[in-house]
């Protein structure tokens, strides 16, 4: 159940930062940026969860985000370049959430231009896959 709710979480985040990607960012216009920091937090927070989720119904030790990432990779679940993205996501989530007034613009900018949230999104939605076959989904 939380499962799928947390990925509809992740998809509507996705959708929502394709649609601002799409249409442009005034990037001096602080709504705008605010809205683009705020969905790329909860878009992060919300693979974040669903990771953390994960390795408790699984019975993966990780009682951090990192560790539950490493204990992902260390059980198969991800591959190593999965979980350096997954990693730099949780730092990114970080500087987000905890350094608002030291977030550098232009690397906001790079995230959005280069869809690097809709990378996390393919492989939280594979790793979802992968669950489901293995009946490791929550009921």
Same mark, same amino acid.
């Given at each position: 159940?939380? *499962?799928?709710k947390?990925?509809?979480e992740?998809?509507?985040?996705l959708?929502?930062?394709? $649609?601002i990607?799409r249409?442009g960012?005034?990037?001096d216009d %602080?709504f705008?940026l605010?809205a %683009?920091l705020?969905a &790329?937090?909860?878009h992060s ?6 990771l953390l *989720?994960?390795?408790a119904? @699984?019975?993966i030790?990780?009682?951090t985000?990192l $560790?539950?990432i490493a ?8 591959s ?5 993205a &997954?990693?730099r &996501? @949780?730092?990114?989530?970080n500087?987000?959430v905890?350094?608002?007034g030291?977030?550098n %613009?232009? $690397?906001?900018r790079? @995230?959005l231009?280069?869809r690097?949230y809709?990378y996390v999104?393919e492989?939280?939605?594979? &790793?979802?896959k992968?669950l489901d076959?293995?009946?490791l989904?929550?009921?």
């Amino acid at each position: 159940m939380l *499962h799928n709710k947390l990925i509809e979480e992740v998809l509507r985040h996705l959708e929502f930062l394709e $649609k601002i990607r799409r249409r442009g960012v005034n990037w001096d216009d %602080v709504f705008e940026l605010y809205a %683009v920091l705020h969905a &790329l937090q909860i878009h992060s927070q919300s693979i974040i969860d669903y990771l953390l *989720h994960t390795c408790a119904v @699984v019975g993966i030790r990780g009682e951090t985000p990192l $560790k539950c990432i490493a204990s992902l990779a260390s059980a198969g679940l991800l591959s190593g370049e999965e979980r350096e993205a &997954l990693r730099r &996501l @949780v730092g990114f989530r970080n500087i987000i959430v905890h350094e608002y007034g030291e977030i550098n %613009v232009e $690397k906001i900018r790079q @995230v959005l231009e280069e869809r690097r949230y809709a990378y996390v999104s393919e492989i939280i939605m594979k &790793l979802h896959k992968e669950l489901d076959a293995r009946g490791l989904l929550d009921p």
